[in-house]
């Protein structure tokens, strides 16, 4: 059986609108929490088979606010319910004036009433009910703004084909061919594209720009490629070197002071390894202009298994002279205190000297592209073997693999090997690299008579930045020749003092140039895989990043604003509840309501007969008129009221008029 207390309506309807209310909310945080994480939909919906169509987002958003504004309108009218039961009680209980009794019903329908300070006094409860009526909306507002479209970015991993390089593909090498019985194939040089991208590389000193599979995406990639590894020299070695460039600078003349020298070894031998040839036909030395050596032409033929010549790593010198003068004026080597050879020992005193040698190296590059932007991070971990000078190769099958014993492998019964050599094929690619970057660092930076002789394109380069070579940034700036020391008489610009402090070491950088220049490979589509060929890479593991438009639900702010109006609400309805229970029945502002209990209400003073019309504005006389209801409470008579000739007679009888009846109204 259904409680006495609770089968009242006003009762059953405070509770049953305030649960409902609380499914409501409940209903609108899952069906935002589904909401969570997806796309918006755009599909178009025909509004009742008309031309007019409501998208898939414009119904979501429909759908909150719908649950937005049904949950207020319940907990509204719980609330309601509730304020409309206290107003009863208070003025069933005080005696109260016709305008607070008035106010107190209107305040939830009149915003003006909120702001009449009477009936604040009157009763602080029936007020705070009102004001929290008003304030319900509140929450319909905030609700739906928990729900919110943002970009996300989405991570999708997937296989895909990569920017690589591929060193079987004959597009790095030109070779020369000699045919004969046996043809005859030798390396000749890089091919153009080679030399572009290892330039391009080397003078910017960072990775060239490689097209990703997307703009925002990220991958690892490990792969087998050329490395250098640079270390000095031997103080014999750079004892010979000084010798060597001493012999030089005096068979010219002492014409050139030398800051920088590169170059490329004949072979191993010491006599090959120095910068300066001599020519005894001449009789004059002449810098080294190969681009790549040691030169191991003819150390290993396909057609001679028994030739046992090893061939020799790949390398270059590099030598920075600091003490290069900026001032030859008139050539002479002869100082008196040294003699013929003095001036030119000053110059050479300083020497350091470093060979960088080629390895193949193990390479793990992160790629991560960020709006286009790449950020590439590459790590050699070490090395498998170092790379000699490629061989010449003969044959009708050049490139045919061998055994560990030096035999070829077989060839099929119509004459197609069954394995190829890669490793010579790789060794050509490597060259071909090898000599691009040479191509860049061989040569010469000298003070002439005539002003700087530069040879070669290393002062394009991030070596113009290390301690070794930074001298050549303020070369000029002791000279009284030089623009950059006139006086202000002369000039009143002023220029950015250059950075005469360098720490990065220059071996360092020449390494990195180097893995950068390998790396920038991948650039060029020539040097790419061909998937057709039997050698190509397996697809890369990429993680795609993509943005998207998803649904964003903030939970706390639904419920922080569902929360706070369903608390008050039940506050109210506690308070409607106990004013219920304290009247003893249910009441509304049904006028069914005011016309059952007009006739047992008492007045202070009787109603003209030209005030029962009802008009709006209510007269000022009707306004005044105190009413109480029958068991009012003799000793809650303000004394104002008393005033007005409103005081109890007799044991709690109350005398008053009604029209032009009199009533008396007992306990």
């Known amino acids: 059986m259904v409680p006495q207390w609770i089968i009242p309506r006003s009762r059953r309807t405070m509770l049953g609108m305030t649960l409902i209310a609380i499914l409501l909310a409940v209903g609108h945080h899952l069906f935002y929490r589904d909401l969570m994480g997806k796309e918006p939909p755009d599909s178009k919906h025909p509004v009742w088979g008309s031309s007019i169509h409501l998208t898939g987002q414009q119904i979501n958003l429909s759908v909150g606010t719908l649950l937005a504004f049904l949950v207020k309108a319940f907990l509204g009218l719980a609330v309601s319910t509730a304020h409309e039961q206290h107003v009863w009680g208070v003025i069933k209980t005080y005696p109260t004036e016709v305008a607070s009794i008035d106010g107190l019903f209107s305040a939830k329908s009149s915003v003006f009433s909120m702001f009449t300070p009477n009936l604040w006094r009157k009763s602080l409860i029936s007020m705070l009910l009102a004001l929290i009526f008003w304030l319900l909306p509140i929450a319909s507002f905030i609700a739906p703004a928990s729900l919110t479209v943002h970009q996300m970015a989405i991570l999708d991993t997937q296989t895909q084909r990569v920017p690589k390089i591929d060193f079987t593909s004959m597009n790095f090498a030109n070779a020369q061919s000699m045919q004969g019985q046996s043809p005859w194939h030798f390396y000749d040089s890089p091919q153009f594209d080679v030399q572009r991208v290892v330039t391009a590389s080397a003078t910017a000193s960072q990775i060239l720009p490689i097209s990703p599979p997307s703009a925002n995406s990220s991958w690892l990639l490990g792969f087998n490629a050329p490395a250098l590894s640079c270390q000095t020299v031997s103080d014999s070695l750079v004892e010979e070197v000084r010798t060597n460039i001493l012999d030089a600078m005096v068979a010219e003349g002492c014409t050139h002071s030398y800051g920088y020298l590169s170059w490329v070894p004949a072979s191993q031998r010491s006599n090959a390894s120095l910068p300066f040839e001599y020519d005894s036909v001449k009789r004059s030395y002449n810098l ?26 790949l390398s270059l010198f590099v030598a920075a002279l600091p003490n290069i003068i900026d001032n030859i004026g008139t050539p002479s080597c002869d100082t008196e205190e040294k003699g013929d050879r003095g001036r030119a020992i000053a110059q050479v005193d300083g020497l350091t000297v470093a060979q960088c040698f080629l390895y193949n190296a193990s390479y793990v590059v992160n790629f991560d592209y960020v709006d286009g932007v790449q950020s590439i991070t590459p790590v050699v971990n070490g090395s498998y073997n170092d790379v000699s000078g490629p061989v010449d190769v003969a044959g009708a099958v050049p490139f045919l693999a061998q055994f560990p014993n030096g035999t070829y492998v077989p060839l099929t019964a119509d004459g197609t090997p069954t394995s190829f050599n890669t490793t010579l094929v790789e060794t050509y690619s490597f060259a071909a690299v090898m000599e691009s970057f040479g191509s860049v660092l061989v040569g010469s930076i000298s003070s002439t008579p005539m002003g700087l002789d530069t040879t070669c394109d290393m002062a394009s380069t991030e070596l113009l930045k290390t301690r070794q070579l930074g001298f050549f940034n303020t070369f000029y700036l ?110 509304t502002t049904k006028f069914s309501t005011v016309l059952r209990v007009a006739p047992t209400l008492s007045l202070s003073s009787p109603m003209r007969e030209q005030d029962l019309k009802g008009e709006d504005p209510a007269p000022e006389t009707i306004s005044r008129i105190i009413v109480a209801f029958p068991n009012w409470k003799p000793d809650s008579v303000p004394i104002s009221y008393e005033a007005e000739g409103m005081t109890p007679t007799g044991a709690g009888l109350l005398t008053n008029t009604w029209g032009e009846q009199e009533f008396g109204v007992k306990e």
């Not at 080294?288 to 790593?313: H, I, K, Q, W």
């Not at 000279?479 to 009143?492: A, D, G, I, R, V």
């Open 478 to 587: 002791d000279t009284s020749y030089s623009l950059e020391n006139l006086e202000p008489y002369q000039w009143n610009g002023l220029s950015i003092s250059k950075p005469v402090n360098f720490t990065t070491d220059w071996l360092e950088t020449v390494e990195k140039m180097f893995q950068n220049a390998t790396i920038s490979l991948m650039e060029s589509n020539l040097l790419r895989p061909n998937y057709s060929s039997p050698y190509a890479p397996p697809d890369t593991l990429v993680t795609v990043m993509s943005y998207r438009n998803t649904y964003v639900y903030s939970v706390w702010i639904l419920w922080a604003s569902y929360g706070t109006a369903i608390g008050v609400t039940i506050v109210a309805v506690s308070l409607g509840i106990l004013s219920a229970i304290r009247n003893g029945a249910s009441y």
């Open 288 to 313: 080294r202009s190969a681009m790549l050596g040691p030169n191991n032409t003819n150390a290993y033929r396909a057609y001679d298994p028994d030739f046992t010549l090893v061939p020799e790593t």
